[in-house]
Structure formats: structure tokens, C-alpha cells
């Protein structure tokens, strides 16, 4: 079992940057697949991002390729999120998740342990 718990979300500007960081308990951290999601109120959960065990893969949702950018330091059970060029529709509560595939790592039934969530909020 993992706990999650997500940090860094915030107030910013359109076009302006911020990086989410997930930090996992346990010493099980290295072999999940690991994504971020985002929500707004009365909208199912979209996909955002997801990278593999080792770092070297990741996925996108073409709303934030190019801007985003995700990434995992093993080593520290942590989980990043660099957001640049941020816009107000990417304005949202955002989840990180722990999975076992990344098969169908953009669907939330992939992922068995859920963070409480950040807020981002982008201003126009």
C-alpha cells in the first residue's frame, strides 16, 4: 500500500509556471506507474500525465504536451509536475495516482491509490 499526498498548487497568472510535487510513503514507491489527473467541479477526471517505473517513459494528454512535463526521482518517492505556460482552462483540482501498467495509464481505473488533491488556479 502507498499514500500520496500532493503539494505546490496555487494562484497564478496566465503564462506563468508552477511545479506539483506527490510524495509517497513506503519503500514500494519504484514499482508503481505513477499519473497525475486534474478536476473541476461537476467534470469527470481527466487525465494529465503519466510516467513509468524507471522515469523513462512517459504520456501526455495532448491539452498539455509541450507544456507539461512530468517526472519522478525514485530515490526521493516523489513524483513532479512542471506546468509552464500555464492557461486558465488548466485551472483544476489535481490528483496524483499510483498503478500497476501503463498500458491504459490515461484512465483512472488504472490506479489503485489516490492523493487528496491540490488546487490550480489560473488567472486570466
Known amino acids: 500500500q502507498v499514500q500520496l499526498v500532493e503539494s505546490g498548487g496555487g494562484l497564478v497568472q496566465a503564462g506563468g509556471s508552477l511545479r506539483l510535487s506527490c510524495a509517497a510513503s513506503?519503500?514500494?514507491?519504484?514499482?508503481?506507474?505513477m499519473g497525475w489527473f486534474r478536476q473541476t467541479p461537476g467534470k469527470e477526471r481527466e487525465f494529465v500525465a503519466a510516467v513509468h517505473r524507471s522515469g523513462g517513459s512517459k504520456f501526455y494528454a495532448d491539452s498539455v504536451k509541450g507544456r507539461f512535463t512530468i517526472s519522478r526521482d525514485n530515490a526521493k518517492n516523489t513524483m513532479y509536475l512542471q506546468m509552464n505556460s500555464l492557461r486558465p482552462e488548466d485551472t483544476a483540482v489535481y490528483y496524483c495516482a499510483a498503478g500497476a501498467t501503463m498500458f491504459s495509464a490515461s484512465s483512472e481505473h488504472s490506479y489503485n491509490y489516490w492523493g487528496q488533491g491540490t488546487q490550480v488556479t489560473v488567472s486570466s
Open positions: 513506503g519503500r514500494t514507491f519504484s514499482s508503481y506507474v
